[in-house]
C-alpha cells in the first residue's frame, strides 16, 4: 500500500478492495487515475482508492501515468535534539528539494538543506521514507517522490532562509514547538513523524 496525497487528501494505492468505498475506489488505468486526482484536487471526495491486485505493480503503474520529480530532503537534528524546520507558503516545511540531472539524491538532498536554510557539515546518519504528493505544474498533475534523510550537523551558526525559494523563516524547533508547527503544515510531513520519538 502507498499514500500518495492530493492537496492534503489521500489517494491510497492498494492491491485490497476497501468494504466500503462509497463511490472512491478507481481501477488502476490512465482515465481513473486522473478522474480520482482531479475529484480529490476539487474538494469533491476527502479519500480515494487505486486498486491493482499486483501490490510489487502498483507504484510502477501509477508513475508510469504520471510525470515524476524526484527530490530529496533531510529531517535535520542538532545536537540539542532539535528539528530544522522551513516557513514557506504560510506553512511549516522541511526543507527538500529536486535531484539535479546526474545528482544522487543523497547530495541533493544535503545540498537543498544547505541553500534553504543556510546549515552546513551536514551528515546523512540513514534513510527515514519516501513521500509521495500530486502536484500541478503548467497545468499538469505531476508526482513528487521525496526521498527523506535523517541527518545530523553541528552547526550552531546563523540559520539564513533561501528568500527566492519563498522561504521566510528557519527555525530549530523542540518537542513542543515541533507539535505546534505540525498543526500548520503538510500530511505528507505528518507522515514522517509516524515512528518519531523524543528524545532523538
Known amino acids: 500500500m502507498y499514500e500518495v496525497f492530493v492537496n492534503e487528501s489521500p489517494l491510497i494505492l492498494t492491491n485490497q478492495r476497501p468494504e466500503k468505498s462509497n463511490g472512491n475506489l478507481f481501477s488502476m488505468d490512465g482515465k481513473s487515475i486522473m478522474k480520482a486526482i482531479n475529484q480529490l484536487a476539487k ?3 476527502d479519500k480515494a482508492y487505486l486498486y ?12 508510469h501515468k504520471i510525470p515524476v520529480v524526484v527530490a530529496g530532503g533531510g529531517f535535520v ?6 528539528l530544522l524546520f522551513i516557513y514557506r507558503n504560510g506553512k511549516w516545511d522541511l526543507p527538500k528539494g529536486k535531484v539535479d540531472k546526474g545528482e544522487s539524491i543523497e547530495d541533493a538532498a544535503l545540498r537543498e538543506v544547505e541553500e534553504e536554510t543556510g ?14 504528493h500530486v502536484f500541478r505544474r503548467n497545468g499538469e498533475y505531476r508526482l513528487k517522490e521525496t526521498h527523506w534523510f535523517v541527518m545530523t550537523t553541528p552547526f550552531k551558526g546563523k540559520l539564513v532562509a533561501e528568500k527566492s525559494e ?3 523563516k528557519v527555525k530549530w524547533k523542540g518537542p513542543r514547538k515541533t507539535e505546534k508547527a505540525l498543526k500548520n503544515s503538510y500530511a505528507n510531513i505528518e507522515v514522517l513523524f509516524k515512528d518519531f520519538e523524543w528524545p532523538i
Open 119 to 132: 546549515v552546513t557539515n551536514l551528515t546523512i546518519e540513514r534513510f527515514l521514507r519516501t513521500t509521495y
Open 43 to 45: 474538494g469533491k471526495l
Open 77 to 82: 537534528i542538532n545536537p540539542k535534539g532539535k
Open 52 to 63: 491493482h491486485p499486483d501490490e510489487t505493480k502498483i507504484l510502477k503503474i501509477f508513475k
Open 166 to 168: 519563498g522561504i521566510s
